[in-house]
C-alpha cells in the first residue's frame, strides 16, 4: 500500500531553536497536509498544501509541496514550548477525479530538550 | 462548541464483549470517517461515510461495522472485541469526497483498552 517516510520520527527542542522535518513518498500526491497532536487530544490540521511548489506559511510555520509531489517539508521557527507534540504529514491522490483517503506518516514526535 | 465529539473518551472492556463508540459532528459535513491509532501512533484510516454510504472499506476485521444513522453520525460497533483491538480510534468528518482540500477535523479520540 502507500507509505509516507516522514523523518525525523523524534527530536529535541530548546526554546527559540529553528526545526525542520519532512515527508517523502514513493508515489505522487496531488494534496499535502501537515497535522499536530497533543496528548489525549485528536489531530489539528495546520497547513494544507494543494500545488507543486507551493510554499505557504501560518504564523511560525512555513511547509511546502514539493515539486515532484513526492514529498513536503514543515519548519518551524523560533520554537516555544508549546510546539511540544506529534506532528504529522498526510497526503492525498487523485484517481481520475475522485480523491482517495488521507494517508498519514508516522509522525515526528516534538520535546522540549531536558 | 465541540465540531467532532466522540463518546466515550474511554472504554475498558474485556475480551468477546461488544461494545459501541458513537461519533458525531456539528459542521454539516457529509463525509465522516474512523481511523485506528496504535501504539507507535500510526493512523490508519479504517472506514469513510458519505452521505450514508460506504465508500471506503479497508480491511478491517468484519467483527467492525460503521453504522450512519444519518449525515451527522457515524457510530462504530465491534463485536468480540480481541487483545489487538486496543488502540485509539478517531472519528473524522469532511466536506464532500475531496476531503482534503478542507482538512479532515477530528475527534479527541476513543482510548479502548481490551483486557
Known sequence: GQQLNQSPQSMFIQEGEDVSMNCTSSSIFNTWLWYKQDPGEGPVLLIALYKAGELTSNGRLTAQFGITRKDSFLNISASIPSDVGIYFCAGQRDYGGSQGNLIFGKGTKLSVKP | ?115
Not at chain 2, 1 to 15: C, F, G, I
Not at chain 2, 39 to 58: A, C, D, G, V
Not at chain 2, 75 to 84: F, K, Y
Not at chain 2, 92 to 100: C, D
Request: charged share 20%; proline share 3%.
Open chain 2, 1 to 115: 462548541d465541540t465540531a467532532v465529539s466522540q463518546t466515550p473518551k474511554y472504554l475498558v472492556t474485556q475480551m468477546g464483549n461488544d461494545k459501541s463508540i458513537k461519533c458525531e459532528q456539528n459542521l454539516g459535513h457529509d463525509t465522516m470517517y474512523w481511523y485506528k491509532q496504535d501504539s507507535k501512533k500510526f493512523l490508519k484510516i479504517m472506514f469513510s461515510y458519505n452521505n450514508k454510504e460506504l465508500i471506503i472499506n479497508e480491511t478491517v476485521p468484519n467483527r467492525f461495522s460503521p453504522k450512519s444513522p444519518d449525515k451527522a453520525h457515524l457510530n462504530l460497533h465491534i463485536n468480540s472485541l480481541e487483545l489487538g483491538d486496543s488502540a485509539v480510534y478517531f472519528c473524522a468528518s469532511s466536506r464532500s469526497l475531496q476531503g482534503a482540500n478542507y482538512g479532515y477535523t477530528f475527534g479527541s479520540g476513543t482510548r479502548l483498552t481490551v483486557v
